[in-house]
């Protein structure tokens, strides 16, 4: 099993910055997609960034220029740095991370955070 343990979201004024942090533990073999996503109240699910293994990213366009996406493979951990925070940021972000697992055998695996609270005040 693999287990993701997230932390860093809180409550911040507008303009003002917050780091994410998403822990992936448990039999893992390999680790090929890390990203965030976020869901707003009354929203649906929406994809905020990702990070491939090789380290290419994709971005929404809508935190491009604000957001960086990284990742420590060595210790199975991808960040999420937000500045220039927006109240149409308040939401509750989730990591997801995708790769292969090693116990009880060798398989893809997908995973996700338990969510993290971003509130971004005007």
């Known amino acids: 099993q693999v287990q993701l343990v997230e932390s860093g979201g809180g409550l911040v004024q507008a303009g003002g910055s917050l780091r994410l942090s998403c822990a992936a533990s448990?039999?893992?073999?390999?680790?090929?997609?890390m990203g965030w996503y976020r869901q707003a109240p009354g929203k649906q699910r929406e994809l905020v960034a990702t990070?491939?293994?090789?380290?290419?990213?994709n971005y929404a366009d809508s935190v491009k220029g604000r957001f960086t996406i990284s990742r420590d493979n060595a210790k199975n951990t991808v960040y999420l740095q937000m500045n220039s925070l927006k109240p149409e940021d308040t939401a509750v972000y989730y990591c997801?991370?995708?790769?292969?697992?090693?116990?009880?055998?060798?398989?893809?695996?997908?995973?996700w955070g338990q969510g993290t609270q971003v509130t971004v005040s005007s």
């Open positions: 997801d991370v995708r790769g292969t697992r090693s116990s009880p055998y060798s398989a893809p695996f997908a995973s």
């Open positions: 448990g039999s893992i073999l390999s680790i090929n997609t």
């Open positions: 990070i491939q293994s090789g380290g290419s990213t």
